[in-house]
Structures are given as structure tokens and as C-alpha cells.
């Protein structure tokens, strides 16, 4: 299980939420078989997504981030609850690339920095919430940043970071999120800039076996922090048979009738793979509907 640490500071000038996503990023890496580079660039997105997912306020709330930026490894998605449960794809998941020049897994070479990060917010309204910022760097937690930063107006400081080992499962995964409240002022951010200064990577914090309250302290070492809440995410997929039949009807009734000729119609679930068999009395009864 995911562990995921929120707090704020006694001061009230900001809080911060740290968490250990290792579980579900190697859920993620076993769904999706993806390879080394396109395992932290998921991972990562995944743990952003479910930092981002804990801080809607209604229960049926959802949010979504995708990350578009022209690189081999397509489109990068994730969807998570107001809990931080959390389910992502990435489209081309079989991308390798050298490490970058600080022997790094190259996470922007292989999103691409030449698109978009778009935050879209579903809070049961008509119409969805949706933000949208250039790229800085595809390296995921610096455009979650510059969203706050462009879209929000809302200082954020965040690191994400995926390790993997030599056979491909996940070392370690996980991340943190520090944002400014209104009630900060410059000195307090002098201080928070202070604090992340020589911070190590989130990566070698988890690996040592910090927990995220740990981290939350270690990264605000200035600040007097009290935990507000802790969370055990997952990753987790919500399809159903009904929600593919759904979908489907929105293909309109004549790719249904033609789709009625094939001797079955197979539905993957991008975010899970489950497979939907449909027969072509299925698919001629959704047509009609
Ligand atoms: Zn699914």
C-alpha cells in the first residue's frame, strides 16, 4: 500500500504532503510493462496525480492530468479520487533512451517539453474545471509546479522521483508538495526556499527509509509541522462492463453496425487492460439503444 502524509505548519503559512507511492507505481509498471524511462515518467505523474487528488474537496470529485509534449513516449495520463487512489497510461510504454548528462533516467527526453500539461477537475458541476500551461521540462514535477505557479496563482514546490531496479521492478517511488497559503508572506517563502536548498532527492530520502512524515520535517526543517491527515492510496481502476458499453455508444450507430460484422468486438481499459468481450447481438443492441 501507498502512504501518503499531510501537514501544516503552526505558523499557518503552508502545508505540505509527502508519500511513499512505490506500491502503486509498480502496479503501474506490471499493468502497463513499461520500460525503465516510461516507468518514472508514469510513476511520477501517478504520484502528482494523487497529491493533486487529495486536495478536492468533495468526495465524487476527480481530477486529470495529461501531459502531451510531442516526445516518443505520447500522451501521459493519470486520473485520481479525492482520496489519492489513482490509475494513469502512457501511450507508447516501451520507449528507451540513454540516461540524460546527470545519469538520470531521461523523463523529459522521452515526454518532450514541446506541449501542454492540462488539468481538467471534475467536481460533479456541469462542466468540468479545466487549466492548462505550457511544459517547462517534461520532467513532470517542474510542470506541475509552473501549473500552480501560471494556472493557480499558488506557490507550489514539488519533487517527484521514480527508482528502478536493474529487472525493472520499482525501487522506490514517491514524492513531495509543499504550497503557500495565503497567509505567507515573503519571509516565510525566503525561509521555504531556505529549507529545500540542498534537499536530497526524494528517491535516496525513500530509499534510506525515511517514512513521509519524515520527509515532510526533513523538507521543512525552519518550520514547526503538525500532521493533519495520512492516506493509504492505491492504484485503482474503476471500469466496468457498463461504463465500456457506455463509451461505446458514444461511437455512434453506424461504426456500432459495422462493428456488429466482426465476429466479436474486443474493449481494452487503457487503465488497466481488462478486456471486454462484446457478441455482435451486444453491439447491434447498443446501436439501437
Ligand atoms: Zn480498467
Redesign the pocket.
Known amino acids: 500500500m501507498a502512504h501518503s502524509v499531510r501537514c501544516i505548519s503552526k505558523d499557518g503559512t503552508l502545508f505540505v504532503m509527502a508519500a511513499d507511492t512505490t506500491d502503486i507505481v509498480e502496479t503501474a509498471r506490471r499493468l502497463h510493462h513499461t520500460s525503465k524511462v516510461c516507468s518514472a515518467a508514469l510513476g511520477r505523474l501517478l504520484t502528482g496525480c494523487s497529491f493533486m487528488g487529495q486536495l478536492l474537496k468533495g468526495n465524487d470529485d476527480t481530477v486529470t492530468l495529461r501531459v502531451k509534449g510531442g516526445g516518443e513516449a505520447g500522451v501521459v495520463v493519470a486520473v485520481a479520487d479525492s482520496d489519492g487512489n489513482v490509475?494513469g497510461y502512457i501511450e507508447n510504454p516501451n520507449v528507451e533512451l540513454p540516461l540524460n548528462s546527470k545519469g538520470k533516467l531521461d523523463v523529459g527526453g522521452a515526454v518532450g517539453k514541446d506541449g501542454y500539461i492540462t488539468v481538467m477537475r471534475d467536481l460533479g458541476l456541469k462542466e468540468p474545471y479545466i487549466g492548462q500551461t505550457p511544459l517547462v521540462s517534461g520532467e513532470i514535477a517542474e510542470d506541475i509546479t509552473a501549473y500552480y505557479a501560471m494556472s493557480e496563482q499558488t506557490p507550489t514546490v514539488c519533487a517527484l522521483g521514480v527508482l528502478v531496479n536493474p529487472d525493472l521492478t520499482i525501487a522506490v517511488a514517491g514524492g513531495f508538495m509543499v504550497q503557500l497559503l495565503p497567509t505567507a508572506d515573503s519571509e516565510a517563502i525566503d525561509r521555504v526556499e531556505k529549507c529545500i536548498q540542498d534537499i536530497p532527492a526524494v528517491t535516496t530520502m525513500l530509499a534510506e527509509g525515511l517514512t513521509p512524515l519524515d520527509i515532510c520535517r526533513k523538507v521543512l526543517s525552519e518550520f514547526e509541522l503538525e500532521q493533519l491527515d495520512e492516506s493509504f492510496p492505491e492504484y485503482r481502476?474503476?471500469?466496468s462492463r457498463d461504463r465500456v458499453a457506455r463509451a461505446l455508444v458514444t461511437l455512434g450507430k453506424e461504426e456500432l453496425l459495422s462493428m456488429a460484422q466482426d465476429e466479436f468486438t474486443e474493449v481494452n481499459?487503457?487503465?488497466?487492460?481488462?478486456k471486454y468481450k462484446f457478441t455482435p447481438a451486444e453491439i447491434k443492441a447498443l446501436a439501437k439503444s
Open positions: 490509475k481502476c474503476d471500469c481499459c487503457h487503465f488497466c487492460n481488462k
